[in-house]
């Protein structure tokens, strides 16, 4: 159940029983609601301001998006997992653990290491915002992702195609 940018690929199965507790729903949130805090020791330095970098990205099917959005956030960030960077205590966004390595995710410029700030313009900061933004893709015709990598502003967008 992945997206694909472009040529189909295999679907991949997942073991419910290797989700961390909190992609289950178990409550195990940190103390403002997000998800479970890195090692503040491992965080990178703070962004300087200046202009985004843009990166068009392939696009993604609708169908194969839905698919992803049907199998739900559990699945996705068993997937690609995320720890919260708060660099001196401040959330800034999620840092991007690992991602898969499937052939949908390969194409897209996003890696392990980026910190997602926004996506579709909109924090990740709770769960409940996320869960928000999940819904409205299902009628979004584009995935725009603002990362930071290397102190660099970079801002991602994905086509989404009917068919």
Not at 35 to 40: A, E, G, I, M, T
Not at 139 to 151: F, G, T
């Amino acid at each position: 159940m992945t997206a694909s940018c472009g040529p189909a690929n295999k679907d991949r199965s997942t073991s419910w029983a290797d989700m961390p507790a909190w992609a289950k729903g178990s409550g195990e949130y940190s103390e403002d609601g997000g998800l479970p805090s890195q090692d503040p020791g491992s965080a990178q330095e703070a962004p300087v301001e200046k202009e985004p970098k843009l990166v068009e990205s392939p696009w993604v099917l609708r169908a194969d998006l839905d698919r992803v959005l049907d199998a739900g956030v559990a699945l996705f960030l068993q997937r690609v997992p995320l720890e919260v960077y708060r660099p001196d205590g401040v959330y800034k966004g999620f840092r991007i653990v690992s991602i898969d390595g499937q052939k949908s995710t390969s194409r897209l410029n996003i890696m392990a290491g980026d910190i997602v700030t926004l996506v579709n313009g909109q924090s990740i900061e709770r769960p409940e915002y996320l869960s928000r933004i999940w819904k409205e893709l299902r009628v979004a015709s584009e995935i725009r992702i603002e990362y930071l990598r290397d102190n660099e502003k970079i801002i991602e967008t994905i086509q989404v195609m009917d068919e």
